[in-house]
């Protein structure tokens, strides 16, 4: 083997990750307290153009900090967000994740209505869920019913990270985030995103409220 890597300690590799990243992405519109999200978007996807379509409400980041550090609940469109986000951080302040796509009763009353599981688990989140983080990666379908349950008063998350990835309504369902008046979102423009993107934002705001 010919190759030799500049390091094998984890947290070398991160530095060393996290300082290329400020290096290759220059000059950018992101404050202090938004950075370390991007750089973290990036470090997840390796992609510069999505870091730089990440899209904050004033007030994100502190929304995030702030439901982290009063224990709210984290919910989850798709299990590998669930299974991704860093738990100890989060169990720290009380905070549990949930993920209710395969619950049997959203799966019963999915088939029932002819529609997506993402849409029934949305409702059941709303319901249980007040003031938590939804992070949705995966379906738009469940940012779009997000919205409309935000639209008529029958859910208050106290933060949306919508990062849905795909061709179809994925790029729409963001752009209505982006224009979604009174509840705090971080999204991104365009069609790319992802679950590793959705996690990727979770933690990096559990690492910012541990530093408060």
């Known amino acids: 083997m010919s190759f030799v890597p500049v390091t094998t300690q984890p947290q070398e590799i991160e530095a060393k990750s996290f300082e290329i990243i400020k290096e290759e992405l220059g000059e950018h519109p992101f404050t202090d307290e938004q950075f370390p999200v991007v750089q973290r978007v990036i470090h ?10 990440v899209v904050f409400s004033p007030d994100a980041v502190q929304a995030g900090i702030q439901a982290i550090r009063a224990g709210r609940a984290v919910i989850a ?24 796509i395969s619950d049997p009763d959203v799966m019963e009353e999915a088939k029932k209505l002819n ?39 029958e859910a208050k998350p106290g933060l949306i990270i919508g990062v849905p990835v795909g061709f179809v309504s994925a790029a729409e369902s963001k752009e209505l985030l982006a224009k979604l008046k ?29 530093k408060e």
């Open 77 to 100: 469109d798709v299990q590998m967000i669930e299974s991704g986000i860093s738990k100890p951080r989060l169990n720290k302040y009380g905070c549990s994740v949930h993920c209710f």
């Open 115 to 153: 529609t997506t599981r993402a849409i029934v688990a949305t409702r059941k989140a709303a319901q249980l869920c007040e003031g938590g983080i939804f992070a949705i990666g995966n379906a738009p379908t469940a940012l779009l019913e997000l919205i409309r349950l935000v639209e008529s008063g």
């Open 182 to 210: 009174g509840v705090p979102f971080i999204t991104n423009v365009g069609r790319k995103g992802g679950s590793p993107v959705a996690v990727s934002i979770v933690n990096a705001l559990s690492l910012l409220a541990d």
């Open 44 to 53: 997840a996807s390796a992609d510069f153009e999505l870091g730089r379509s």
